[in-house]
């Protein structure tokens, strides 16, 4: 009976209680819910690309960052005007 109360006690321990469970499953579900590409679905559009002229989410090398998304604009325009 001793082993027995053990036995239980130890694969108690390593099970987490349900609520802990549901609510890590609840968190992490809000997180994947981003917004879709519409140029590929497959893929999540980049959020710092909202609000810009032509977005269609569409950057599957992942090449614009927050921090460089003006300038690439402006190289775009420049180099556009060029050809």
Do not use: C, Y
């Not at 609520?19 to 959020?47: G, I, T």
């Amino acid at each position: 009976s001793l082993r027995m109360i053990s036995l239980v006690s130890a694969t108690a321990a390593f099970q987490a209680p349900a609520a802990s469970v549901r609510h890590v499953a609840a968190q992490h579900s809000a997180v994947s819910m981003m917004v879709k590409s519409k140029a590929l679905p497959f893929l999540e559009s980049p959020a710092h690309l909202e609000g810009m002229i032509g977005n269609v989410g569409f950057d599957p090398m992942g090449l614009s960052t927050p921090q460089n998304i003006k300038w690439m604009r402006e190289a775009e325009l420049k180099h556009g005007r060029v050809a």
